[in-house]
């Protein structure tokens, strides 16, 4: 899906990212560089800004009370979109600070979790700071479907069975804690990706990572989450 024709365009610069960080990685593996639909052309010598390299996988088992938790559920062959997650269980957790994963082949699984490399879903939660507030852009890419709420509001819609396809939105965030939450899936083998993109007020593209929204003082952290929408606190 291009969101826009202009080259200077926000979906267009993840996108270029996001071949950057592609090209670093498969120059390590020795394997060809995957295109990510829409991108410009790649330039040479491309390089990955400090941090966001690409994660080898969806997260580690070891707990991080300061990321994401993403819940794991087995789905059932041939679904064409996101599970009602409220009516299944979770068959592990495992913990990431960003959703940095670009197109590649996935067979591996989730070792000490499940084998299943296909036909599984993802439900990340998790809670950020902000301080300086306005209006944030996320662009959310993905094979398969996706979902990214803020606050309990839906801000993207990327479900269903689909290449790797890139959707944007935009929230306004006061000062304070927010709450994230990413469902992802993935349907038939092998290929796969899942990238959140974030845009500050005024600033550029990078790959979203709680680590650079964590409030000054740490007992900050722990108030009740501020709602995206009217910006009264929540519990």
């Known amino acids: 899906m291009d969101l826009c024709l202009d080259m200077a365009c926000p979906w267009r610069i993840l996108a270029a990212a996001l071949v950057a960080a592609a090209t670093v ?6 394997q060809a560089v995957p295109p990510v639909p829409g991108a410009p052309p790649a330039q040479t010598t491309p ?57 590649r082949s996935f067979t591996t699984g989730f070792p000490g979790i499940t084998e299943r490399f296909e036909w599984f879903a993802i439900d990340y939660t998790g809670r950020f700071w902000i301080e300086d507030p306005g209006f944030y852009l996320f662009a959310l890419l993905s094979d398969d479907g996706s979902k990214l709420f803020i606050d309990g509001h839906e801000v993207i819609d990327n479900d269903g069975i689909h290449p790797a396809t890139t959707v944007e939105g935009r929230v306004k965030l006061a000062v304070g804690v927010h709450r994230i939450r990413v469902e ?9 990706a ?9 600033g550029t ?29 929540r519990k």
């Open 25 to 30: 990685a498969a120059q390590g593996s020795g």
């Open 205 to 233: 593209w990078h790959v979203f990572n709680t680590s650079d929204f964590r409030p000054p003082n740490p007992d900050e952290g722990k108030q009740p989450a501020t709602d995206a929408s009217d910006g009264k606190r």
């Open 47 to 103: 390089t990955t800004p400090p941090g966001d390299a690409p994660q080898a996988v969806f997260g580690i088992t070891v707990v991080d009370n300061t990321g994401l938790e993403g819940k794991i559920y087995l789905m059932k062959p041939g679904s064409d979109g996101l599970p009602n997650f409220k009516k299944m269980k979770s068959v592990g957790s495992i913990y990431t600070t960003m959703l940095n994963i670009p197109s």
């Open 194 to 202: 899942l990238v959140l993109g974030v845009a500050r007020p005024g």
């Open 184 to 192: 992802y899936f993935q349907g038939p083998r092998d290929r796969l």
